[in-house]
Every structure is written in structure tokens, then in C-alpha cells.
């Protein structure tokens, strides 16, 4: 698509910006993210040019172009469903431009203020690669700036400029398809035995023991074997590492002659740990990342545990103390 203008010399403000957009029959979606865009490079503009955003002129970035670039951007992704932008690092050239301001250094000072934060390369070609309305779109539509996000392709577009380069493949591409979970994998040891000849009393004991030989998590199921016996299967998780130590346990605290050993892919969330200062104290709280983004919050059963007994108080009263705190 090629955008041509005529005797277009409009020098246009961010509330005209605003009018032009309210007053269309775009869907309210496509209005909020065409504006969200539009406010973003106003705030970047304002801050090069030490005035306030009602005072910064568009000149180039406010004419026709530009408001088809942001909000074409806007109408694509509503009208193609995407829930979620990905970009590879944005490359910039270097040189100079001639802008309504004058000669300006590449990357020009808007776009590298868009820019911050955001990983970025120079290219060896004397050309701006990265415009601040490029500038502006990507940096608030895109989720995250990575290499390649872990995605299973179902369609691709490709975009070409017309300005060539000699070593550069002047070219846009985006892939769309359903994002696979971004979770860490590794695998694990599953042991399992069944027993029907332990006394209960001692499940507690060997779990307790197992657990300190370094396995990740221990636990016992009821089952119904041959000839009506009751029993448990142990099951112990541990890493391929460790599979020596406890296996060596769980013969000294059980009474089973064997085990079945399984190797496991194992998806999970990306674990870290924090303390949060509650009216009753620190607790610690175990936070599980999906990528990016915060899936689960659990706070330590054991401080909940000691601080509840502390304050003579419910342990619920106490986790969700450690819950509020966390938000």
C-alpha cells in the first residue's frame, strides 16, 4: 500500500489529532490505540522540544501518512484478533536527515527517545531505518522485544519499502500465529513403589526422610492391589542427579524389594521467591512466571503458620494478609 499526498502542508497539534480520530466511525478499540500511540509520540516530541504536549506541531509525523500508519496499525490488529505483539530488537541507521527542524542526527532525537528501554542496533547504511511514527507504534503495541517468541506459524505477511538498499532486504515481516506456553522445561526422575506391607505410622517418617535426601516432593496414594489388599504407591520426585541418594533412602525407610524409575519432561513456571511486610510480619512468598507475567501467588504456609500462632490468629487471616501485600 502506497500512500500519496497532495499539497498537504497542515502543521497539525495532538488535539487535532484527537478530533480528526473521535469524530470518525473507527470501533472504540481501534480509537483507544490509535490515540494511545498518537499521545506517546506527542509526549516524546514535547520532551526533545522542552514544550508541553498541547504546544508540539507534528509538521511531517501529523500529516495523512502518519495517521494512516497508526491507525492502519490499530484496524490490522483488531481486525486480524491479535492478543499479543512480539518484535525482534529494532535496527536504526546513521547519518543525518532533513527535518522541518532543520539537520538531525539518525537516530532522530524522538525516535531515540521512543526508544529507550528497548533493544536496538545500528545497521551500516546511511538511511533512517526507524522513523519516530515507527517508533511509536512498535514501542506500545509490542509485548516484549526478543529474538523469536515461541510461536506455532500459521500465516505471514511481508511488507516492502520502496527506498533500496544495497546490502539490506528493505523489508517488514510479521508472523501470526498461536504462541506456545513459555514455560521452562526440564526432566525429572518419577519413582514410584507400591507397598502393602508398611505399617501407616511410618509413612510420615520415611517421607520426611526422603525428602531430606534432596528429592523434590514425596507423596503416598491409597490403592486396591490383588486379593483385596490394601496399600499406597510412594511417589518420590527427584532430579536424574540425585536418583543414587534417594533411592538408597527410600530402601531404609520402606519396605519395598523394588521400584519402577521413570525419566519425565517437566514444564513449569520460572520460580522466585520474595519477602512481604505485612501488619503481622515478613512472610515469604513464592511467585511463578509464565514468560513475563505473574501466574500464581503462594505465600509460605510456615510463616503464615508462625505468624498466625504469634498473633493468636486464623491462618487464613494471615494468608490473605500476605496475598493483599503482594498486589
Known amino acids: 500500500m502506497n500512500v500519496k499526498i497532495y499539497h498537504e502542508h497542515h502543521h497539525r497539534?495532538?488535539?487535532?489529532?484527537?478530533?480528526i480520530i473521535n469524530k470518525s466511525k473507527l470501533s472504540k478499540?481501534?480509537?483507544v490505540l490509535s490515540i494511545k500511540i498518537f499521545k506517546r509520540l506527542a509526549e516524546a516530541e514535547a520532551k526533545v522540544h522542552g514544550v508541553s504536549v498541547n504546544k508540539v506541531y507534528f509538521h511531517?509525523?501529523?500529516a495523512v501518512d502518519a495517521i494512516i500508519d497508526i491507525v492502519g496499525t490499530a484496524i490490522g490488529l483488531e481486525k486480524l484478533g491479535i492478543e499479543r505483539v512480539y518484535c525482534s530488537p529494532i535496527p536504526y541507521g546513521h547519518g543525518t536527515i532533513k527535518h522541518a527542524h532543520g539537520i538531525l542526527p539518525i537516530p532522530a532525537p524522538a525516535t531515540a527517545e521512543l526508544l529507550k528501554g528497548i533493544p536496538t542496533y545500528q545497521v551500516n547504511v546511511k538511511a533512517e531505518l526507524t522513523t519516530p511514527t515507527g517508533a511509536a507504534i512498535i514501542s506500545t503495541i509490542a509485548n516484549d522485544f526478543i529474538d523469536a517468541p515461541r510461536i506455532k506459524v500459521e500465516k505471514i505477511g511481508a511488507g516492502a519499502g520502496s527506498l533500496v538498499f544495497p546490502h539490506l532486504p528493505n523489508i517488514l515481516r510479521v508472523f501470526i500465529g498461536e504462541a506456545q506456553i513459555p514455560a521452562e522445561k526440564d526432566v525429572i526422575l518419577q519413582i514410584e513403589a507400591n507397598i502393602d506391607d508398611m505399617h501407616p505410622q511410618r509413612y510420615n517418617s520415611?517421607?520426611?526422610k526422603i525428602m531430606r535426601a534432596r528429592a523434590l516432593d514425596a507423596y503416598i496414594t491409597p490403592i486396591l492391589m490383588k486379593k483385596k489388599r490394601q496399600a499406597i504407591t510412594l511417589t518420590v520426585l527427584c532430579a536424574p542427579e540425585e536418583r543414587d541418594t534417594v533411592l538408597q533412602?527410600?530402601?531404609?525407610q520402606t519396605t519395598t524389594l523394588g521400584v519402577r524409575v521413570y525419566l519425565v519432561p517437566r514444564e513449569k513456571l520460572t520460580k522466585k521467591f520474595i519477602a512481604v511486610q505485612t501488619k503481622y510480619g515478613k512472610a515469604q512468598v513464592k511467585l511463578g512466571y509464565l514468560g513475563q507475567e505473574i501466574k500464581t501467588i503462594a505465600p509460605e504456609y510456615e510463616d503464615c503458620r508462625r505468624?498466625?500462632?504469634?498473633h493468636h490468629l486464623p491462618v487464613q487471616a494471615v494468608y490473605n494478609s500476605v496475598i493483599k501485600a503482594c498486589s
Open 307 to 310: 505468624l498466625a500462632q504469634k
Open 60 to 62: 511531517e509525523v501529523g
Open 249 to 252: 533412602k527410600i530402601f531404609e
Open 29 to 31: 478499540k481501534v480509537k
Open 13 to 19: 497539534n495532538f488535539k487535532d489529532i484527537l478530533t
Open 206 to 208: 520415611a517421607i520426611a
